[in-house]
């Protein structure tokens, strides 16, 4: 076991200083691109029956299990139709909130409201001063370096930006730490010697919006981050058996907050631009504005583990008749009947809105059950300082059209815990900051190392204001010697600095 009798700094500038030169040990870059790349419907793509492969690998996956799966099927349908009325009903106010002041003591309803819906707002993470400065410091920082990557080209609303002083700043803050702790903390392993801590967070570091009014060019649309294909496949979600309960038919017992599961999951088989391979329970981002409903913000999908399990289900299952009208936004109740939907037999190789390489998108064609134009809801206004999350299976979508009249401007931060997996990610993200070249997972190229302004290890350090944000970041060794501590999250801790080379 690592000994404190070593001091932290000693052992981070001994291996700082070796990373700076081990660039060519680290895993290669992505080839270059931006947000467009990570999705079919805004590179131009259109969706299709994938390779034969995928018919095969559908029968697998249910064989044995089929009546069983039409039978769930249906219970699936009716939960649906109990449930969406009710989210059109309530609108915004769906979705859980709660102060960063009661974060020590949340309330039982908003406890229980987090686990149904996956997503939540929490009020004022970082006092709102502070988030003008840091997006004033940004602006200036954009407007020092004209030649960052962005989409679109001409009219720029999401950045090619991962190691601004704003960025780092946000994601080191003690307070956004403590928020994604909270969050992270509403999972559970059923494996009490898993190598997971989901007490001590990982930085993973994300891109940015500066979103202006009018703009209908980052119009992203229903759809699920981590992965598209791999969810079905063998070798992707498969090698946790993360959603076996669904395709053996008892999506009632799918936990989505199991964490032991996901430990083993790949979850970019193809290594497309953007595709996440860290392992992130929820999926986030730091308001820099004050932004309302159809003012170019997020909406989400408050039905997470019974829209999982329909989206999941739905390439098994095909209608014997069609819509009375294809386009409408509200199908006909005989196209949606249980009774109009059969399973395949055999199966074809279609996964709806899923594309090799690409995120999965839905839309109300593909998924009609979702009734998406009814239960993609709007997150309520938020103010600068909230934070804003969703749980990482769970739909969600931007405003296709900038209505308001000021931007809508976030940084993406995502909740992200220790495991193996994310070490070795952040170690090679690591690299990537000191040389100022884009996060792995991201488009590649020479990124912001030739940006003027760009952040080094002591701001990391000053932001962090002690070392728990070093830590995430990689910068600093993990204590595995803390008080509290189970013997999993040790174990996890000394593979993690050992990954890091804080020691051998």
């Keep these: 076991m690592f000994s404190r009798s070593c001091t932290a700094r000693f052992l981070s500038i001994r291996h700082l200083q070796s990373v700076r030169y081990a ?14 790349d990570a999705f079919a419907s805004l590179s131009g793509l259109k969706f299709e029956p994938l390779e034969p492969r995928f018919a095969e690998l559908k029968d697998h996956l249910i064989a044995g299990h089929e009546d069983a799966v039409v039978a769930s099927w249906k219970r699936l349908l009716a939960s649906l139709r109990e449930e969406i009325p009710v989210i059109k009903a ?52 954009i407007k020092n370096n004209p030649h960052t990557k962005a989409f679109p080209n001409k009219n720029p609303q999401v950045y090619e930006l991962y190691w601004s002083p704003a960025q780092i700043r946000a994601r080191s803050h003690p307070h956004l730490l403590k928020a994604q702790k909270f969050l992270m903390e509403f999972w559970h392993s059923k494996d009490p010697q898993a190598l997971i801590s989901s007490s001590h967070p990982t930085i993973y570091a994300d891109r940015l919006r500066l979103r202006t009014p009018g703009d209908n060019k980052f119009a992203l649309g229903p759809h699920v981050d981590g992965g598209s294909c791999e969810r079905w496949e063998i070798g992707g979600y498969g090698r946790g058996d993360v959603y076996k309960a669904i395709f053996e038919g008892r999506w009632e017992e799918y936990d989505p907050w199991e964490s032991s599961c996901r430990l083993p999951v790949v979850s970019d088989l193809y290594q497309g631009v953007g595709a996440c391979s860290m392992f992130r329970m929820a999926q986030g981002w730091l308001s820099m504005s004050e932004t309302g409903p159809s003012e170019g913000t997020l909406l989400v999908n408050p039905l997470l583990s019974r829209a999982t399990a329909y989206f999941l289900l739905r390439p098994f299952f095909s209608p014997k008749k ?34 090799p390489g690409r995120g999965q998108e839905l839309d109300n064609a593909l998924h009609p059950h ?30 296709r059209i900038h209505n308001g009249t000021a931007d809508s401007s976030v940084l993406y931060i995502p909740s992200c815990p220790l495991t193996e997996h994310n070490a070795e990610f952040l170690e090679r993200q690591r690299a990537a900051f000191l040389k100022g070249t884009p996060c792995p997972d991201f488009g590649g190229g020479v990124g912001e190392s030739t940006h003027v302004g760009r952040p080094g290890v002591e701001h990391v350090e000053k932001a962090s204001r002690g070392d728990e944000g070093m830590r995430a970041f990689g910068l600093r060794e993990w204590d595995s010697e803390e008080s509290g501590l189970t013997a999993g999250q040790r174990r996890v801790m000394d593979r993690a600095n050992k990954i890091l080379g804080f020691y051998d």
């Design 23 to 36: 660039g060519t040990t680290a895993q290669g870059q992505k080839r270059e691109g931006d947000i467009s």
């Design 90 to 141: 309530a609108g915004p106010s769906i979705i859980p909130e709660i102060e960063f002041s009661d974060l020590d003591n949340p309330s039982p309803v908003f406890v229980a409201e987090h686990k149904k819906r996956g997503c939540a707002v929490i009020r004022n993470v970082i006092p709102e001063e502070e988030v003008w400065s840091m997006k004033a410091e940004l602006l200036v920082y």
């Design 322 to 355: 069609a819509p009375t009208n294809p386009t409408a936004e509200t199908f006909d109740e005989a196209f949606l009947a249980d009774d109009n939907w059969v399973l395949n037999k055999p199966q074809d190789s279609w996964l709806q809105g899923a594309t």
């Design 370 to 399: 979702l009734q998406l134009p009814h239960s993609m809801t709007h997150i309520p206004r938020v103010r600068p300082g909230d934070y804003v999350s969703w749980h990482c299976d769970q739909i969600h979508a931007v405003d």
